[in-house]
């Protein structure tokens, strides 16, 4: 396989053949984000890329699904995107879902009759980046989209039958902020009403913008505690209709994982448990990204 550069997928990917079909991200702009800094965004060749296919064909005949690495492979043309959709049809039959990461702008961009033809050639999953439901954090953390857009979009995905996993970020707002992020990020997950949610617990990175706000003291980075506490209101404010609400990202501090509505009260004492000392947090040392 042709990989370049940092090659990053959902934790729930970890067994799918990792098909890198873009370098970078094509907005490479979220203050909080180093994953692809200094990376210029292309799309590869379609010849590299139908390589890898044919590699795949022959060395990865156990893996049942795909994920179309890089940062938002959705803003591929549709044409071409098809084309690979298409090839990967073609040559690994035994594929029964492929993912990517997709963006509001990305979304945006396509047609809902675009997105349903992508769902009919295998695309079974997006993984969507909301981060927070709060318009003044979505601005300062310079996400490029309003939590209306990212409604639309996320809603947009769900329409033409494509599943859709939506992460948010614990204490990406900071400590002023903390419950607007959470109340706000409930409201929107609730519009969207995911199949999947993914909340991590922030990490700075060096060398982003947010590391250096944290540095001169504009960002506050909120305690574990605080992260629960902002947890328990994301919780208590996300209605879903039948949605899995994971928190078990190794960053997190309490593994949590819901089925709402089924679980939320369950999983609202567990973390008032915590909150309350009954249980213990996972240690510092502990976290990894
Ligand atoms: S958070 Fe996602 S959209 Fe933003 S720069 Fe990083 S990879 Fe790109």
């Given at each position: 396989m042709h990989y370049e550069g940092n090659i990053i997928r959902p934790p729930s990917e970890a067994n799918s053949i990792l098909l890198q079909v873009t370098v970078g991200c094509s907005r490479n702009k979220c203050t909080f984000c180093g994953t692809y800094t200094g990376e210029r965004f292309r799309i590869k060749p379609d010849a590299v890329i139908l390589e890898d296919i044919a590699f795949a064909a022959k060395y990865?005949?156990?893996?049942?699904r795909v994920f179309l690495c890089d940062?938002?492979?959705?803003?591929?043309p549709q044409k071409r995107l098809l084309k690979i959709l298409q090839a990967i049809e073609n040559q690994l039959p035994w594929v029964t879902r492929v993912g990517v990461y997709a963006n509001a702008k990305s979304l945006k961009m396509k047609t809902p009759e675009e997105l349903r033809d992508l769902k009919a050639h295998g695309l079974g999953i997006a993984y969507m980046g909301?981060?927070?439901?709060d318009d003044v954090t979505l601005k300062k953390i310079n996400k490029g989209a309003t939590s209306q857009d990212m409604i639309e979009m996320g809603k947009k995905a769900r329409e033409a039958g494509i599943k859709l996993s939506i992460t948010v970020l614990l204490g990406i707002a900071g400590r002023e902020r903390s419950r607007i992020h959470a109340e706000e990020t409930g409201r929107v997950l609730s519009a969207i009403d995911p199949d999947y949610v993914g909340a991590l617990s922030l990490m700075l990175i060096p060398g982003t913008p947010l590391f250096d706000d944290y540095r001169s003291g504009q960002f506050a980075l909120i305690e574990p505690g605080e992260m629960l506490a902002e947890l328990r209101t994301m919780i208590a404010h996300t209605n879903l209709s039948k949605g899995l609400f994971h928190?078990?990202?190794?960053?997190?501090?309490l593994p949590i994982k819901a089925r709402l509505p089924k679980d939320k009260e369950a999983t609202l004492n567990l973390i008032d448990m915590a909150l309350a000392g009954e249980i213990a947090l996972k240690p510092e040392y502990m976290r990894a990204l």
């Open positions: 990865c005949q156990r893996q049942r940062g938002d492979a959705l803003i591929i909301l981060e927070t439901g928190a078990n990202h190794a960053s997190n501090y």
